[in-house]
């Protein structure tokens, strides 16, 4: 029988490799990512056996600019895990949700864990869970791997996906960005999975080397979104990295204003 894969991914220092021992025990392999000196780690869940849980490197954003990136990239793009399980640094939400925009853009179910909830509750921050798995349209569970918290949620969230697992909406950026992106996406070849659309279209938009060099259109093709591009970087007077580096800030901070309070604040608005 056929494993279920599911892929671990995160920013380093986010508690990952702790849930990863968490979550599987003894029933790990390790090895190395084909033609790179990048440990390959994966285990069966220790509840079920038939869930094996890929776990990725630490990794910042899905820029190919390390192998460590490489291969997170490369395993989500092609070896078609079921889901993802993508754990945050919570105390340090803003930051790390930069990779969640990303990885949101895939195409993969996702379940989002919250992690080091300790240190959020020390430093007298409210998060509200809810809110931001409506914002984001995931599950989020949240925990302290420290405390051996939330791991039993983390294990039915994970078996909920490969019951009814969907893919989730991606986040929306300014609109005239997002003209751009649609009209984009409306010249990808077939050959290109649906639900990989947006990504493939905010990598080219982005001038992506990895993707632009795939050659994966005609050379008319590529012309016509090369001009879509310059038009915007026009119009919105910015490169066109830059903006979807902005784009991706400014919907971080609106998810995090809506569902992180602090303590100090929501006093001073009650007094
Ligand atoms: C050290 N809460 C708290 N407070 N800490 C956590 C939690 C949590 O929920 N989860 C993990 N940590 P990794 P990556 C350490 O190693 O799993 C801690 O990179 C130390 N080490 O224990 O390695 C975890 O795989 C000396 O901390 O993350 C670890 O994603 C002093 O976060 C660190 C203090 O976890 C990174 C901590 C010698």
Not at 178 to 205: C, G, M, N, T
Not at 207 to 218: A, E, F, K, L, Y
Request: glycine share 6%; hydrophobic share 35%; charged share 25%.
């Amino acid at each position: 029988m056929t494993k279920k894969q599911m892929a671990l991914v995160g920013n380093p220092n986010s508690g990952k490799t702790s849930l990863f021992n968490e979550l599987t025990g003894s029933n790990q392999s390790v090895g190395n990512w084909p033609g790179v000196t990048v440990e390959k780690k994966e285990g069966k869940l220790k509840k079920n056996t038939d869930i094996v849980l890929q776990d990725l490197p630490g990794i910042y954003s899905l820029s190919p600019y390390t192998p460590e990136e490489v291969v997170a990239r490369d395993y989500l793009l092609e070896d078609n895990p079921s889901g993802m399980l993508n754990i945050v640094d919570a105390s340090n939400l803003e930051r790390n949700l930069y990779l969640t925009t990303q990885l949101l853009e895939l195409g993969i179910p996702m379940i989002l864990s919250l992690n080091m909830m300790d240190v959020v509750e020390k430093k007298g921050i409210r998060l509200n869970e809810e809110k931001l798995s409506y914002s984001l349209g995931v599950p989020v569970v949240k925990m302290s791997v420290a405390r051996k918290e939330g791991l039993t949620h983390a294990l039915v969230e994970i078996d909920k996906l490969f019951v009814h697992g969907r893919i989730p909406d991606f986040p929306l950026y300014d609109n005239r960005l997002e003209v751009a992106l649609s009209e984009i996406s409306e010249l990808l070849p077939d050959s290109i999975p649906i639900h990989q659309k947006r990504w493939y279209s905010i990598k080219l938009f982005e001038r992506d080397q990895t993707v632009c060099s795939r050659n994966i259109m005609p050379d008319n093709v590529k012309k016509e979104i090369e001009d879509i591009i310059s038009m915007t970087e026009e119009i919105i007077g910015d490169d066109s990295e830059s903006i979807i580096i902005n784009e991706r800030y400014n919907y971080i901070s609106q998810v995090v204003s809506l569902c992180c309070v602090k303590e100090t604040d929501y006093k001073l608005s009650m007094s």
